[in-house]
């Protein structure tokens, strides 16, 4: 049974960090590409950050590269996300997903084949 699973949410001031966790179950994590999304309340499921199985290319999305660090244990079927200096407009759900193409681009959500339930990230100002 396929599980991606989400840790390391929490609430936290602007400025700070927090670390991500996101261990898959049941497929073959090598073979996929991971990626980070996220959704603030009213708003879209917006692409955060994602790394290639093949390369360990990493690709993040404009509001969040130099602050965020996405990697990948595949010894553990784990993605991380670092995230530092923390903004309010940060805040949203995370969501964990695996994507099995190799020739897809990697930021559309609906490309990708399996995801997490999500972790709640909340930074007040």
């Known amino acids: 049974q396929v599980a991606l699973v ?3 949410g929490g609430a936290v001031q602007a400025g700070g960090s927090l670390r991500l966790s996101c261990t898959a179950s049941g497929f073959s994590f090598r073979r996929y590409n991971m990626a980070w999304f996220r959704q603030a309340p009213g708003k879209e499921r917006e692409f955060v950050a994602a790394i290639r ?4 290319n990493t690709y993040y ?8 660090t996405i990697s990948r244990d595949s010894a553990k079927s784990t993605v991380y996300l670092q995230m ?3 903004r309010p407009e ?4 995370y969501c964990c997903a695996a994507m099995y ?3 897809q ?3 559309s959500p609906l490309d990708y084949d399996y995801w997490g339930q999500g972790t709640q990230v909340t930074v007040s100002s």
């Open 53 to 56: 199985w093949r390369t360990d």
């Open 90 to 93: 940060d805040t949203a759900v």
């Open 84 to 86: 530092n200096s923390l």
């Open 101 to 103: 193409s190799d020739t």
């Open 6 to 8: 989400e840790s390391g």
């Open 105 to 107: 681009a990697l930021g």
């Open 61 to 68: 999305a404009d509001s969040v590269k130099g602050r965020f």
